[in-house]
């Protein structure tokens, strides 16, 4: 079955925060200023169970969905995880069941997420130098950790590895060219995001922003590459091959270039909260409907019904920043 938004745009990707908690402070995600040591995360007991995340999961593959990332904060904090993904790994039309992470917690977790069903992984990597990851990461926690992490992926048999660099002028856009060297030298899709606009507490600003047109300028500088067409409808990444072979890069270019007019997208919160955009003011409960007794009909007619009514574009409209407060962090979400 599918389910086509108010824009046309078919329902394919399911996004599952388990968690709002994280190991690093990142300042373009969870500034420390913001997400302190007093900071009231979600209680453990209102995040959704497994089996509610699974009963969703269900729904949502018989309107269309055929992947699902996990994400948070970082996915690997929630206790047990491989369970989780064991159980929608065995839901009928799930192809495809992925997970993002900041890596630090990967190298204890990799074989285990494989055995459960993982089909791919892609780990947050701002930076190579020590002193810069420190500053992009706002952690006591060494790059190593997350290059073990790597390793480890690599290791039990997750192909591609991809990773995900924020670009941040001023910050990281000086190690461009070594982390596609690392990417090549390792077998790694290295993805780089413009820096962007996502909830109220990141301080973004566009002139932090990198184009997507001057990331690729300075990388094929140094490894000539040609543009890759898409594979998958709702591809996020624009991709280059490098012309030797050595594999590929990509960008995503939220800010510079939206591409609103393709995303097949749709986000559960680690409370139940269904957003439509990662740029979303607030969700739709499906928690309450799940803990009221409705029945599978039921809750399918209410996804339906939220996503067939979908017409964000929130990065082609690009609002001003006056009217930006509101929004749900990434944090919350995954990005």
């Given at each position: 079955m599918t389910t086509n938004d108010a824009l046309g745009r078919p329902l394919r990707d399911l996004r599952v925060s388990v968690t709002d908690r994280c190991n690093l402070r990142c300042p373009y995600c969870m500034p420390r200023e913001a997400f302190g040591a007093d900071f009231a995360f979600v209680d453990r007991s209102q995040l959704l169970t497994f089996e509610e995340i699974t009963?969703?999961?269900?729904?949502?593959?018989?309107?269309?969905?055929?992947?699902?990332?996990?994400?948070?904060?970082?996915?690997?904090?929630?206790?047990?995880?491989?369970?989780?993904?064991?159980m929608l790994a065995d839901v009928a039309g799930i192809e495809d069941v992925a997970i993002t992470t900041n890596g630090i917690l990967l190298a204890a977790h990799a074989d285990g997420l494989v055995a459960a069903g993982l089909r791919r992984v892609t780990v947050s990597l701002d930076a190579l130098d020590p002193d810069t990851?420190?500053?992009?990461?706002?952690?006591?926690?060494?790059?190593?950790?997350?290059?073990?992490?790597l390793a480890a992926a690599h290791r039990a048999g997750l192909r591609p590895v991809k990773v995900n660099t924020v670009v941040r002028r001023g910050m990281n856009d000086s190690h461009l060219v070594d982390l596609a060297r690392f990417g090549r030298d390792h077998g790694l899709t290295?993805?780089?995001?413009?820096?962007?606009?996502?909830?109220?507490?990141?301080?973004?600003?566009?002139?932090?922003?990198?184009?997507?047109?001057?990331?690729?300028?300075?990388?094929?500088?140094?490894?000539?590459?040609?543009?890759?067409?898409?594979?998958?409808?709702?591809?996020?990444?624009?991709?280059?091959?490098?012309?030797?072979?050595?594999?590929?890069?990509?960008?995503?270019?939220?800010?510079?270039?939206?591409?609103?007019?393709?995303?097949?997208?749709?986000?559960?919160?680690?409370?139940?909260?269904l957003f439509t955009c990662l740029f979303a003011s607030r969700g739709h409960d499906l928690r309450a409907i799940l803990r009221s007794g409705a029945d599978d009909e039921r809750l399918a007619a209410t996804i339906?019904?939220?996503w067939?009514?979908?017409?964000?574009?929130?990065?082609?409209?690009?609002a001003p920043v006056e009217a930006r407060d509101g929004r749900v962090e990434m944090s919350y979400i995954g990005g």
């Open positions: 009963r969703i999961a269900t729904i949502c593959a018989t309107l269309g969905v055929r992947k699902i990332r996990l994400t948070g904060g970082e996915p690997l904090l929630r206790r047990d995880l491989p369970r989780l993904v064991a990851f420190t500053a992009m990461s706002d952690s006591r926690f060494p790059v190593a950790r997350v290059l073990d992490g290295i993805r780089f995001i413009e820096y962007m606009d996502v909830g109220t507490t990141n301080h973004w600003a566009v002139d932090d922003v990198v184009p997507a047109s001057e990331i690729v300028e300075r990388v094929t500088s140094r490894f000539p590459a040609a543009p890759v067409s898409p594979t998958v409808p709702g591809e996020v990444a624009t991709r280059y091959r490098y012309l030797d072979g050595a594999g590929e890069f990509g960008v995503i270019a939220s800010v510079s270039r939206p591409f609103c007019g393709s995303c097949v997208r749709v986000r559960l919160s680690p409370v139940g909260e339906a019904r939220i067939t009514r979908r017409d964000d574009r929130y990065s082609e409209l690009r």
